[in-house]
């Protein structure tokens, strides 16, 4: 450590504060809070995460340390985001979030008009929001324009202007989607029961306004008032219709907010959800550039202190899938368990999944490769593997109770089938239905050839079969001094186990990961060209017999014949009566004339 930043760090105050990095050009690169200066300061010069990665390349680059003292770790949160986004430090976690998001305004005026803006201006109006989406602002506007019939004019509608009659009702008065209040048509205390009912239904507060309009229908149909009873009862089929939509857990959750965090090499995603009355009035989703290495801990917190101050957002009770290092008054983190909170914050990590794959599929159209890559190293990954498994080559044998005995090898290059490095072998050695030793056979010829002219090796061997199958290519492996240099597993068809050599509990892999489809599709790949080449040769085999050579005698003709007499001359000596029980009259005829003239 430099004897500058020795000197300050060691007369730094055990108080809450932000601390602020300098390089040599006297340029901030880091910005940060602490709840103690003096023990988080000096856990960048004195703890593990100095010695490696970007911490390392941090602390290497200051030249300087200024701080500045707050009242209480929540002070220096705020101070914390400020700052960051004034200055935009090298090394801080950037919020990857240039939207300008939109509100609904109720207008500070007499007639108060409601309407979608991206601009707040303290005006004294009500703003509800900011929404992550247009498509919510326009939904809930929607909802408004049929409940209620509000002005949309831009008239200043002062009660001395309406006396001396200055206006004139327009087209929306006669289409009936406003009451005429320029006109004196519609009172301004009724006007004002609507906007208290519109203001309840932002707030989520949707059983409020039922419960009211509830009771006003009764009092309409009580008084005979039938027609304004139907108007306030469509009006509630209208709420009601919207609530099924949007309530999602128990009503009783109230004024809750859900964050859920994944965090990924390089990147971090935070979902947001905001619930009143069991019904998701906001949700949203960030992603924050890592620049150091940051934990989820730490991440969510930033995100958190990020999303609360932009939405406005205050709830006692917080749902999240991992505790931030972050301290708020009166906020009290929770991981829940199970009910209902334990289904929003399933939903919030739900949403957050189908951002990060849009997210991925929109850069992997744009660069293949990048896909490529992210297959392949979550197969080193699940698979345990030092090497990414660029090269997989996979074995099956294929034959009919001992007959024609034939191996297939399949070959996947960057998680794409390599046809033209697939293989077929005629087993030499073994006599039966070995599979066993079939397996020793192929294994044995296939990387003793390739030791021999120095070949590509692969990163990955698949055995298509269990324990057996696998011992055997390991045997083989063995005897060339290849094993240990690459990495060969079994996969059982039954239940897609993986098997690994002398680990006798198999590996079970997520049933809709990539990398068992990935297995899986080298597997078939292996099956459908072994199955092909033993169907040639089987096919040959019978053809090329003395059978063959009769007129109007094919492969399944031959084929039938040899599995019930089981040889040629067995053929020869059947009467013409046992050949028709094997192929029929017309066939069995010609058969029984060619050995018979």
């Known amino acids: 450590m430099k004897e500058t930043i020795k000197q300050i760090v060691s007369t730094l105050p055990d108080t809450p504060g932000v601390y602020q990095y300098f390089d040599k050009h006297d340029k901030i690169i880091y910005i940060g809070k602490a709840k103690s200066l003096k023990k988080r300061v000096s856990s960048y ?28 770790e929540h002070d220096a949160l705020l101070l914390e985001n400020s700052l960051i986004k004034k200055h935009q430090p090298r090394y801080n976690v950037m919020l990857k979030d240039d939207k300008t998001y939109p509100w609904i305004c109720i207008k500070k005026e007499r007639f108060p008009r409601v309407f979608s803006t991206r601009r707040f201006i303290r005006d004294g109006s009500t703003y509800f929001g900011p929404y992550a989406s247009g498509r919510m602002v326009n939904t809930l506007l929607e909802l408004v324009g049929q409940l209620y019939k509000l002005r949309n ?37 009724d006007y004002n029961d609507s906007i208290r009912q519109i203001k309840e239904i932002l707030k989520g507060n949707i059983n409020t306004v039922i419960a009211f309009l509830t009771s006003l229908m009764k009092e309409h149909a009580t008084a005979l008032r039938y027609e304004e009873a139907q108007q306030v009862k469509e009006k509630l089929q209208v709420l009601e219709n919207y609530k099924s939509k949007s309530v999602v857990v128990n009503a009783s959750i109230h004024n809750v907010e859900v964050f859920s965090i994944v965090d990924k090499p390089g990147m971090a995603y935070v979902n947001f959800l905001k619930v009143m009355n069991g019904a998701i009035v906001q949700v949203h989703t960030v992603e924050l550039k890592k620049k150091l290495d940051e934990s989820p801990e730490e991440l969510l917190a930033i995100a958190i202190n990020e999303i609360r101050t932009r939405f406005n957002s205050n709830a006692a009770e917080v749902l999240v899938n991992v505790i931030p290092e972050l301290t708020l008054p009166g906020v009290n983190f929770i991981i829940p368990k199970i009910g209902d909170k334990k289904h929003l914050l399933n939903l919030s990590e739900k949403n957050l999944m189908y951002y990060i794959r849009e997210q991925e599929s929109r850069i992997e159209k744009l660069d293949p490769t990048i896909k490529t890559t992210r297959i392949l190293t979550q197969m080193k990954t699940d698979l345990r593997m030092i090497d990414l498994p660029v090269r997989i080559e996979c074995f099956d044998n294929s034959n009919i109770q001992g007959a024609f005995p034939v191996s297939a090898m399949s ?121 092909t080449h033993h169907r040639k040769r089987r096919t040959k085999a019978l053809t090329g017999t003395e059978l063959g050579e009769i007129p109007g005698v094919g492969e399944a003709t031959t084929t039938a014949l040899l599995r019930k007499f089981k040889s040629v001359k067995k053929v020869k000596e059947a009467s013409a009566e046992e050949l028709e029980e094997a192929v029929g009259k017309d066939k069995a005829l010609r058969i029984y004339s060619f050995y018979h003239p």
């Open 153 to 189: 004019c831009n008239l200043v509608l002062s009660e001395e202007n309406i006396e001396k009659k200055k206006f004139r009702v327009c087209l929306e008065y006669h289409v009936g989607n406003c009451k005429g209040p320029c006109e004196g048509f519609q009172s301004e205390e």
């Open 45 to 72: 010069f004195t703890g593990e995460q100095s010695n490696y990665g970007k911490t390392a390349m941090l602390v290497k680059n200051i030249a300087d340390i200024r701080f500045i003292v707050v009242e209480t």
């Open 411 to 531: 070959v996947f290059i960057d998680a794409r089938p390599a046809k033209s490095e697939y293989r077929h072998y005629n087993v030499k050695t073994v006599e039966g239905p070995d599979d066993f030793a079939t397996m020793r056979e192929v294994i044995s010829r296939r990387y003793g050839r390739l030791k021999e002219e120095g070949g590509e090796m692969p990163q990955l061997i698949v055995i298509d079969g269990g324990k057996g199958q696998l011992s055997a290519a390991v045997t083989a492996l063995k005897e060339l001094d290849l094993y240990g240099k690459v990495t060969v597993i079994g996969i059982a068809k039954k239940l897609e186990e993986i098997y690994y050599p002398n680990d006798s509990v198999p590996l079970y892999l997520d049933k809709k990961g990539e990398t068992l489809k990935v297995l899986q599709h080298i597997r078939d790949e292996v099956h459908r060209f072994g199955i």
